[in-house]
C-alpha cells in the first residue's frame, strides 16, 4: 500500500503560479505510475498529468499543456505538480494518485480506472 498527501494548495489570481506536493509513504514510488486527477465542481474527475514508473515519459491533458509541469523525485519519494499562467478554469481539488507498474499502459493513456491510490486532495482556487 503506498499513502498520498498533497499539500501547496490555495488561492492564487489569475497568470499566477503554484505548485503542488505529494508525498508518498508506505512504498517507493519508483515502483509506481504518478500522477494528478483534478474535479472542478459538477464535474468529473479528469487526469491532468503523469509520469511513467521509469521517469521518461510524462502526458499531460490538453487544457494544460504548455503550463504545468509533473516530475518526480524518487529519494525524496515525492511528486510535484508545478503550474503556471493559472486561470479560473484551473479552479479545482486536486488529487495525487499512483498505478502500479501492471497498470502502466493504462496509466498512462490517462484512464482513472488504472490508478489505485489516491490522496485526499489539495484545494486550488485561481481568482479572476
Known amino acids: 500500500q503506498v499513502q498520498l498527501v498533497e499539500s501547496g494548495g490555495g488561492l492564487v489570481q489569475a497568470g499566477g503560479s503554484l505548485r503542488l506536493s505529494c508525498a508518498a509513504s508506505?512504498?517507493?514510488?519508483?515502483?509506481?505510475?504518478m500522477g494528478w486527477f483534478r474535479q472542478a465542481p459538477g464535474k468529473e474527475q479528469d487526469i491532468v498529468a503523469a509520469t511513467k514508473w521509469t521517469g521518461n515519459t510524462t502526458i499531460y491533458s490538453d487544457s494544460v499543456k504548455g503550463r504545468f509541469t509533473i516530475s518526480r523525485d524518487n529519494a525524496k519519494n515525492t511528486v510535484y505538480l508545478q503550474m503556471n499562467r493559472l486561470q479560473p478554469e484551473d479552479t479545482a481539488v486536486y488529487y495525487c494518485?499512483?498505478?502500479?507498474?501492471?497498470?502502466?499502459?493504462?496509466?498512462?493513456?490517462?484512464?482513472?480506472?488504472?490508478?489505485?491510490?489516491w490522496g485526499q486532495g489539495t484545494q486550488v482556487t485561481v481568482s479572476s
Open positions: 494518485v499512483a498505478a502500479t507498474i501492471g497498470r502502466t499502459a493504462q496509466a498512462m493513456g490517462g484512464e482513472k480506472g488504472a490508478y489505485a491510490y
Open positions: 508506505g512504498r517507493m514510488i519508483r515502483y509506481y505510475n
